[in-house]
């Protein structure tokens, strides 16, 4: 018992040693844009990065953004989104989903079994179902929120199959978000995510989200020209090199050329904007391990 526990411990604190090194999030426009796209939120990846933006859709959409290659390393594989706003009651609304399944061999350390490295298999799934609302309180302020529902499961297997251990989690998770145009221009945006420090239980080990407090802003240089900037973690809950995002967007008829820093990684992305459907790509440089995002979105 004493040393599955510690298999256990040490396990958990080297996939989210894993996650926090391979990090990402949602959506190759997003991501295109270094991430700092909590002041944009004009579309439907908004869902996750500000759900009270989802007021500025004008027309219904949805989304599919699949991460091409990286996907036992990187935070996030698939996402999935659709939605709508209600003008004449000032309401939008959306369903999100976003699939995790990491499988990779590594090694505990030598603290594990018996004081030496031992070999395994790392099976790691999570997936989040989301629901989304945003309320216009005035023409330029809007707030929004997500409920999440949250699975977590985690398995450790060794090189001959054998289930060394296997758990799994249900949990909810709310979200808080504020979008604000203050002219043309200008905007800002505030998400509060996981507001509620969600827990779960692992094999008898407890872990907890942070609250994560996410504040940014877009400026509008010209009519073809969007510049963004965010802040990861302001509290500081976690240990950061490196909190601040910024990116920018430029439109040249109907190409998007797409340039960031998501925490000090360089991301460059692309994206082919039609009446009904928008393609984005993206890479994601320096420590994201040169990850490829395609997203494909269809207005209705």
């Not at 599919?64 to 036992?72: F, H, K, Q």
């Not at 998770?173 to 905007?187: G, N």
């Not at 420090?197 to 872990?207: A, K, M, Q, S």
């Not at 990684?265 to 009904?276: A, R």
């Amino acid at each position: 018992m004493k040393n599955k526990l510690v298999v256990t411990l040490l396990l958990l604190g080297l996939t989210f040693l894993i996650a926090d090194e391979a990090a990402a999030c949602v959506g190759a426009r997003p991501h295109g844009m270094g991430g700092a796209f909590i002041g944009v939120a004009d579309d439907i990846n908004a869902v996750y990065w500000n759900p009270a933006g989802l007021v500025q859709l004008e027309e219904s959409e949805i989304t599919w953004t699949r991460t091409l290659n990286n996907r036992d390393i990187i935070n996030y594989d698939d996402f999935l989104a659709v939605g709508s706003y209600n003008e004449e009651w000032g309401l939008a609304y959306a369903v999100g989903y976003i699939n995790i399944a990491d499988y990779y061999l590594d090694y505990l350390s030598r603290y594990g079994y018996a004081g030496y490295d031992y070999l395994v298999y790392v099976d790691n799934k999570i997936q989040w179902l989301i629901f989304s609302l945003a309320q216009k309180i005035t023409p330029q302020l809007s707030i929004g929120g997500n409920i999440r529902y949250m699975y977590f499961s985690l398995g450790l297997e060794d090189l001959e199959g054998f289930n060394v251990m296997a758990d799994s989690a249900n949990f909810l998770s709310f979200d808080l978000s504020l979008f604000y145009q203050a002219d043309e221009r200008l905007a800002f945006g505030l998400l509060i995510q996981d507001i509620n420090r969600p827990h779960f239980i692992i094999d008898g080990v407890r872990w907890s989200y942070i609250r994560n407090v996410r504040p940014g802003i877009s400026i509008r240089i010209t009519d073809s020209l969007l510049v963004s900037a965010s802040i990861y973690d302001l509290l500081e809950e976690v240990p950061m090199d490196d909190r601040f995002r910024i990116g920018f967007e430029q439109k040249i008829d109907k190409l998007a050329v797409r340039a960031g820093l998501e925490n000090g990684n360089m991301t460059f992305g692309l994206g082919i904007n039609e009446k009904h459907f928008a393609l984005d790509y993206v890479l994601l440089g320096d420590d994201l391990a040169d990850t490829h995002m395609l997203g494909l979105t269809y207005r209705f």
